[in-house]
């Protein structure tokens, strides 16, 4: 049993670095390319593509990929 509860220990504690995505809270601010300037109240950032996910003042949620935006910067 003891076995056990290591290997899930274990197992849990490398799981942290098998999530792909990383959780910002906002508020935030995307620039787009083309100039436009998105404000939101927090994003999710996918590690490995570097796209943006977001939901808009209606809640609907929307996807801006690595190669649409500028920069982001999240905080006060």
Do not use: H
Not at 35 to 52: P, R
Request: net charge negative.
């Amino acid at each position: 049993m003891r076995k056990l509860f290591v290997v899930f220990l274990v197992a849990l504690l490398g799981c942290d670095e098998l999530v792909d995505i990383k959780k910002i809270e906002g508020p935030c601010t995307i620039q787009l390319k083309d100039g436009t300037i998105i404000e939101t109240e927090g994003i999710e950032l996918l590690k490995s593509t570097g796209t943006i996910t977001y939901r808009d003042e209606d809640g609907k949620l929307w996807s801006i990929a690595v190669d649409r935006y500028e920069s982001y910067s999240c905080g006060i």
